[in-house]
């Protein structure tokens, strides 16, 4: 089954750091487009960054510089480090397959104090 | 950065009717890197179309996608129970990658 599990979320003090998580099964991560995607409580999805099968990555402008997305083959698995966080980072991040899906079932990430 | 502007915000429709769901771009867009989600409460997002016409796996025939260069849309022939939902375009072709702002599909 083609799945993608995400995890690493949680609540963190503003200027904290958290490392997301995105296991894949059914397919191979490096050979697709891996895109993070994020959803503020209440609102419309925001595409965060991606990493191409090549290895290029990309940022949306709000968080370069803060965050890192990057894999790990041999695990098959996805990640977003996330550095110097902000209160307006809180959303739901969801990891994707870009051209054909799935994306995970999110993680909740809170930035407050 | 290309700007995807849906419409209507909301549509309000009943069982059984048809549904057109309008996405227009700021600029040229290929069709082969715009893609329609749906989105239901306390869910991820779920692909229906890719490449701007085309049935993602598993997703029933009552939804099509068309359009081309600027104009898109979003098609539900005869809405069943379970599309009452909010619907959301994306393009992938122009960095920052955006989403539009969704359209709500609500029952009347």
């Known amino acids: 089954e083609v799945q993608l599990v995400e995890s690493g979320g949680g609540l963190v003090q503003p200027g904290g750091s958290l490392r997301l998580s995105c296991a894949a099964s059914?397919?191979?991560?490096?050979?697709?487009?891996m895109s993070w995607v994020r959803q503020a409580p209440g609102k419309g999805l925001e595409w965060v960054s991606v990493?191409?099968?090549?290895?290029?990555?990309y940022y949306t402008d709000s968080v370069k510089g803060r965050f890192t997305i990057s894999r790990d083959n041999s695990k098959n698995t996805l990640f977003l480090q996330m550095n110097s966080l902000r209160v307006e980072d809180t959303a739901i991040y969801y990891c994707?397959?870009?051209?054909?899906?799935?994306w995970g079932q999110g993680t909740l990430v809170t930035v407050s104090s | 950065e290309i700007v995807l502007t849906q419409s209507p915000g909301t549509l309000s429709l009943s069982p059984g009717e048809r549904a057109t769901l309008s996405c227009r771009a700021s600029?040229?867009?290929?069709?082969?890197?715009l893609v329609w989600y749906q989105q239901k409460p306390g869910q991820a997002p779920r692909l229906l179309t890719y490449?701007?016409?085309n049935r993602a796996t598993g997703i029933p025939d009552r939804f099509s996608g068309s359009g081309s260069g600027t104009d898109f849309s979003l098609t539900i022939s005869r809405l069943e129970p379970e599309d009452f939902a909010v619907y959301y375009c994306?393009?992938?072709?122009?960095?920052?990658?955006?989403f539009g702002q969704g359209t709500k599909v609500a029952i009347k």
């Open positions: 994707a397959r870009v051209q054909t899906g799935p």
């Open positions: 059914g397919f191979i991560v490096s050979d697709n487009y």
């Open positions: 990493i191409y099968s090549g290895g290029s990555t």
């Open positions: 600029q040229s867009v290929s069709s082969s890197y």
């Open positions: 490449g701007a016409s």
């Open positions: 994306h393009q992938y072709v122009s960095l920052p990658w955006t």
